[in-house]
């Protein structure tokens, strides 16, 4: 402010300032002029001044904000690291080698722990510094959780990144938790290079959610086990063996030689630790290899199928980290395969489990599937740098310990299939299938336990391999057939395993009917066919799986034979001839509640062809918009059909792969999927031909269908996310059941209680019925009645939570209400 200047006013640093934060909002002109204008404030001088300033100042401040921008990625990954959570259990990963915690007074550098690098860095810079030419070892191990993978290279120092600074490149291995979850770097660093960056950076890999523990996803960090050694090539020879043997010491095979297969006996087999004597590998001569892809011994182990079994295996090896690095690995075969005896390293065909690293050692204790063969490795790191630092040749050589320790479990586990196995929820396929006019009349059912008998039949349920089946995964069922029938199979979703089907002629092997395989990311079969009278065989079949199976996995199935006799050709012709156009059929957008049915009802004829494939019925595309996503668009898919006549189903292609995974309902398939991305979707509805049909066969019924789109950000006012979720795995109940004669009908699934609190069900029946419905509830009983429907209604039946009639031919009317079953309101999901 010049000297004699008017005090009057807003001081010069107020000004200035209102003048710089107008200048960094863009909108300083006018304000300026609002506050600069006026001749009653300051002086024209004094203005010009300002203004001088003022672009001095716009200019200081451009220029700063270029160099907050240039060091942008630094800026924010600093923020990153500055303000995440602090819950890591880890010791945080150091940046500086330089201290006594890890540089002895002799110059060496050593660390071995585990440090939690925070899950926000993808680069972290550690500073090493040494005094002399020094020969230096780092290995880096991620935990198997870590959905990502680690390298590391060295650089002089503050130049990290550029290719002409590195020093030492890394290479990534196996590693404890995989294929490339090692990182191992070594060499010579040389007395122009006694300080560098040692650059560790993350990758992220493709991972499903499941596959990483939701305790580290929680902790933010990510473990890292950090071996490093940085010994001055003056003390090398201090970190060597001092003589070394004529001739190699090593463990003995499994069997005494390295050719054959030791099969696993109840004794197991042991190698104890020896205290007194090392085993030695002399390498002194010999051609250089790679990092661990020498073989130092190994043995290969056959261990036969136990019953729900596993093989425990706990092998421990210790060795001089710094200048003899080894890595112990189990190589899976399968029983059928022979390994290569003459292999100096593994190749992983059906995987490779690596050793967890100790100080200066390795440690694997893992239990392990039965049914297979293991090859046991003990691999070693070429260190040349180390021969060339200690050339004397009687020296070359690697001493380590070596135990091991491989049986069969002896404590239960949670795989185990013991008393508690009752306990589970699937049931026992039957035995056998007796398909008779008659079954009350017949002397073939009391041959067996269980068995199923009756005319029409149709079982389905959540099964399960029982005790004495699990070894084989295989179990067959009996079918005795009387008359000519329409039969159908399929599989449904399984739990730990696949599980397929196969029909046969009793005693053939050639297929009575061809197993055909529904398009989608899980393998899900249909066998669909004409049966003649016979006995045939059906079998569940799957491979054991490789981590074993829990003793209540289980899986969904369905079996059905309907005669032919009982199909009313008038009936089907008509419905043959009324087939829906579904050239009209469109998926809705609405913001009704999913638990309130849309249904459009079709007809479509099904065909019989000499192979089952696939017939699309309808097909459409769904474009969704950036402007659609941010609305939270699910799609709705619930399909109801005859399961024996039509199993229509449907699928969902986006980006060209299958996403729908379709649950079963009682009478077809549901499915919620999304929230859905910006891109098109495909959805297709088909069906599956059948096979050994008379020429021009074809079977018709009537379907439902309800296919919506839905807005989870409109989904309606008052529901909650608890709601929103219930709705989506679960459907509405039926407004019609109308079987065909001797058509067994069951529901069995869960269901929404409607807002009403009621629902109505119309029950028309041709013959005489047996009426049986069962309802349960945490949250209501359900007040049951049956009344007749016609020019007068009658109450037929009533009763709480079970109701249990015999009906004759007409039309009936199921009244379902739920009352609250405590002074509790109900769940947000009943």
């Known amino acids: 402010k010049p000297s004699g200047s008017s005090r009057s006013g807003p001081s010069h640093f107020a000004i200035t300032c209102a003048i710089d934060a107008c200048a960094v909002f863009g909108w300083w002109h006018s304000v300026c002029h609002f506050v600069c204008g006026s001749k009653q404030v300051l002086a024209e001088h004094e203005r010009d001044l300002f203004f001088l300033d003022m672009v001095l100042r716009y200019h200081v401040f451009l220029q700063t904000l270029a160099l907050i921008l240039a060091d942008e990625q630094n800026s924010i990954q600093t923020s990153l690291q500055t303000y995440a959570p ?15 915690a890890f540089t002895t007074y002799t110059g060496e550098v050593h660390v071995n722990d585990v440090f939690g690098l925070p899950s926000t860095v993808k680069r972290h810079i550690l500073q090493l510094n040494v005094n002399t030419e020094s020969l230096l070892t780092l290995q880096a191990e991620v935990h198997r959780d870590t959905p990502a993978t680690l390298t590391v290279d060295a650089y002089r120092r503050g130049e990290a990144g550029k290719p002409s600074a590195r020093v030492l490149a890394g290479r990534n291995l196996l590693g404890c938790g995989g294929d490339d979850t090692k990182a191992f770097l070594h060499g010579t ?29 929680e902790a933010r960090c990510w473990p890292v086990r950090l071996d490093i050694s940085a010994i001055p090539t003056s003390r090398a020879a201090l970190n060597w063996p001092e003589t070394c043997p004529a001739a190699n010491r090593l463990p003995a095979s499994f069997q005494g030689t390295s050719n054959q297969v030791a099969v696993l006996g109840d004794k197991g087999l042991s190698l104890e630790p020896d205290s007194e004597k090392h085993f030695v590998y002399r390498f002194g001569g010999e051609r250089p290899w790679n990092d661990f892809e020498r073989s130092l011994w190994s043995g290969t182990m056959e261990v036969p199928p136990r019953l729900h079994r596993f093989v425990r295996l706990f092998l421990r090896t210790n060795f001089r980290f710094a200048s003899g690095s080894l890595q112990l690995a189990i190589e899976l075969f399968d029983l ?28 694997i204790d893992h239990a392990m599937p039965t049914g297979f063969r293991y090859k046991v490795w003990l691999l070693a790191a070429s260190l040349p740098e180390w021969t060339r630092a200690v050339p004397v040749s009687s020296r070359h050589c690697i001493e380590f310990d070596f135990d091991y320790s491989i049986r069969y479990e002896e404590r239960m586990t949670p ?18 299938i007796v398909q008779t006019p008659k079954p009350w009349s017949t002397d073939k059912l009391s041959s067996t336990d269980h068995l199923v008998a009756g005319r029409s039949i149709w079982v389905r349920d959540r099964f399960g391999f029982p005790p004495d089946e699990v070894a084989d995964m295989e179990h067959k069922i009996e079918l005795e057939v009387s008359e000519p029938c329409v039969f159908r199979a399929t599989t449904h979703h399984s739990d730990g395993v696949d599980v397929f089907i196969a029909l046969t002629k009793k005693d053939e092997t050639q297929r009575a009917c061809k197993t055909f395989k529904h398009p989608g ?4 079969q249909t066998i669909f066919c004409m049966l003649q009278p016979g006995t045939y065989t059906l079998t569940f079949f799957a491979d054991y799986p490789l981590g074993g199976l829990h003793p209540c996995s289980d899986f969904f199935a369905q079996i059905a034979l309907r005669p032919t006799a009982l199909a009313n050709e008038d009936k089907t012709q008509q419905c043959v001839a009324a087939a829906s156009d579904l050239s009209s059929l469109q998926v809705q957008r609405s913001l009704a509640l999913t638990t309130t049915p849309q249904w459009k009802s079709i007809k479509i004829p099904v065909t019989f062809e000499s192979t089952p494939a696939t017939v699309s019925v309808w097909s459409s595309g769904i474009t969704i918009t950036d402007e659609d996503a941010l609305q939270r668009l699910f799609l709705r898919l619930v399909l109801h059909s005859d399961y024996i006549s039509s199993d229509l189903r449907f699928q969902v292609r986006f980006e060209g792969k299958y996403i729908a995974d379709t649950q079963v309902t009682s009478h077809g398939y549901a499915d919620m999927i999304g929230p859905l991305d910006p891109g098109t979707y495909y959805v297709d509805m088909y069906y599956v031909t059948g096979t050994k049909g008379p020429t021009n066969t074809k079977l018709c019924s009537t379907s439902m269908v309800d296919m919506r789109l839905v807005s989870r950000s409109s989904y309606g006012k008052g529901n909650s996310t608890a709601q929103w979720l219930c709705t989506s795995t679960r459907v509405p109940p039926p407004d019609l059941l109308s079987p ?30 047996l009426v049986r419905v069962r309802t349960s509830s945490s949250d209501a009983e359900f007040q049951l009645e049956l009344w007749v429907r016609g020019n007068s209604e009658a109450l037929l039946a009533r009763g709480t939570d079970a109701l249990e009639v015999l009906v004759g031919k007409g039309t009936f009317t199921l009244k379902l209400t739920a009352t609250s079953s405590g002074e509790s309101s109900t769940s947000a999901c009943p």
């Open 86 to 100: 602090k819950g890591c259990k880890y010791n945080p990963i150091p940046n500086f080698l330089g201290t006594r």
């Open 189 to 217: 660093l040389s007395d122009k290079d006694l300080e560098i960056d040692l650059v560790f950076e993350l990758i992220s890999v493709e991972v499903a959610a499941s596959q990483v523990d939701s305790r580290v996803a």
């Open 336 to 363: 059928k395969d022979t390994p290569d005896a003459t292999a100096l390293a593994p190749k992983c065909a059906m995987g490779c489990l690596g050793g967890v690293p100790v100080h200066n050692g390795q440690v």
């Open 415 to 432: 795989f185990e299939v013991g008393p508690a196995a009752w306990l589970c929820e699937s049931s026992r396929l039957p035995a056998k």
């Open 521 to 524: 990311p899980v393998p899900r």
């Open 740 to 769: 065909q004669s001797d058509e067994q009908v069951l529901l069995d699934s869960e269901y929404v209680v409607p807002d009403s609190g009621s629902h109505r069900v119309r029950i028309k029946v041709e013959e005489p019925r």
